[in-house]
Nanobody
Framework: QVQLVESGGGLLQAGGSLRLSCAAS????????MGWFHQAPGKERTFVAA????????LYADSVKGRFTTSRDNAKNTVYLQMNSLKPEDTAVYYC???????????????WGQGTQVTVSS
């Protein structure tokens, strides 16, 4: 069983930057692909970014490509999401997830964190 805890969310103005962290415990972190998803009020939880177990491969949603970067430190059991040039439409609860496949598919991820709120004002 893997436990995931996100941190780093907050309230900021458009154009700003934020780095989210997701700390894992209770499992072999380096064997999992990690994903980031977000969910705005009244909307489905959708894919933001993913990183392979080694950190050598990444995937991004078109809406964040060039602005967001995900990375991981397997020695610290932590995955990061660096968010730059934030827009009001990035406002959502951000979740990290761990799974056995490196994919954009939400259903492939087994373990989920509790989420952290990111609010971007215009």
């Amino acid at each position: 069983q893997v436990q995931l805890v996100e941190s780093g969310g907050g309230l900021l103005q458009a154009g700003g930057s934020l780095r989210l962290s997701c700390a894992a415990s209770g499992g072999t972190f380096s064997s999992y692909a990690m994903g980031w998803f977000h969910q705005a009020p009244g909307k489905e939880r959708t894919f933001v970014a993913a990183i392979s177990w080694s950190g050598k491969s990444t995937l991004y949603a078109d809406s964040v490509k060039g602005r967001f970067t995900t990375s991981r430190d397997n020695a610290k059991n932590t995955v990061y999401l660096q968010m730059n040039s934030l827009k009001p439409e990035d406002t959502a609860v951000y979740y990290c997830a761990a799974g056995g496949r490196f994919t954009r598919s939400r259903d492939a991820y087994t373990y989920w964190g509790q989420g952290t709120q990111v609010t971007v004002s215009s």
